[in-house]
């Protein structure tokens, strides 16, 4: 089954959104380093800034997907619907983060993704992606 990498809003800015928050990768960098990384494992790789589709797409994992690496932006404090979704997904969870919500501003500090979460990644840049992607194919072997 593939592992599906799921991106939420404003991802698709990497690069050049708070670099030095973010750093300078974009999002095809991160894509094209966890394809590297991923050899015959399939991975769909994916964002949208669209609440609903994201929502969509979690569902679809969980028919589809042998483990779900997420970095859901900011519908991380926000998605009740999200959190739903989530617990409802039967493929494992891993949680990422760029930088580390947990020190940063208070509105960060509601997380309605990690409940759902076998595992969170946060603080490590995209690293983190390549972390949970080494995790995912261990679960999955
Ligand atoms: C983020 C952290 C969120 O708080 C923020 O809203 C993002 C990016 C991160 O990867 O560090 O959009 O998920």
């Excluded at 974009?26 to 929502?55: W, Y």
């Amino acid at each position: 089954k593939p592992i599906y990498v799921l991106n939420g809003p404003n991802l698709n800015l990497l690069g050049t959104r708070e670099p030095e928050i973010y750093g300078y990768d974009t999002l095809a960098d991160i894509e094209s380093r966890l394809r590297q990384k991923a050899g015959d494992q399939a991975l769909e790789f994916r964002q949208t800034n669209s609440e609903g589709e994201l929502v969509d797409w979690v569902q679809e994992a969980s028919r589809e997907a042998g483990c779900l690496i997420l970095n859901a932006g900011a519908y991380t404090h926000t998605s009740v619907a999200l959190h739903d979704a989530l617990r409802a997904c039967t493929a494992p969870l891993i949680e990422v983060h760029l930088s580390n919500p947990a020190a940063r501003e208070a509105f960060r500090q509601t997380n309605y993704v990690a409940p759902a979460a076998v595992a969170s990644i946060a603080g490590l840049g995209p690293h983190g992606y390549e972390v949970a992607l080494e995790a995912a194919i261990r679960m999955k072997a």
